[in-house]
């Protein structure tokens, strides 16, 4: 089966602020975070189910794989894997995070 990413806007904003913050100390690993968040979510049009049930949810559908020392949250649905947050893996992950 194929399948596309899709990003919500929460994802966007989650890599902005994780490469803005990082690039405060340095813009060129701040640069191979950001690339390795992107390649792995490129991963997942191969291998969606892959990644981990998140355990916070119990739901088959939402999933992680890591990436550095951050969380990428995503649900697959049918053809469609929606990244649906980045989350810096000491931070709690709740339904405001």
Not at 16 to 40: E, F, G, L, M
Not at 64 to 72: G, V, W
Request: charged share 25%.
């Amino acid at each position: 089966m194929a399948y596309r990413i899709v990003w919500s806007s929460k994802a966007v904003e989650d890599v902005d602020a994780i490469a803005t913050y990082i690039a405060r100390d340095s813009p060129s690993y701040a640069a191979a975070v950001v690339q390795k968040i992107i390649d792995t979510t490129r991963y997942l049009l191969e291998c969606p189910m892959a990644g981990s049930i998140v355990p916070e949810f119990s739901d088959p559908t939402i999933r992680e794989k890591s990436a550095y020392t951050y969380r990428i949250i995503y649900r697959v649905q049918e053809d469609v894997v929606t990244i649906a947050a980045i989350i810096h893996t000491k931070r709690l992950l709740g339904l405001n995070s």
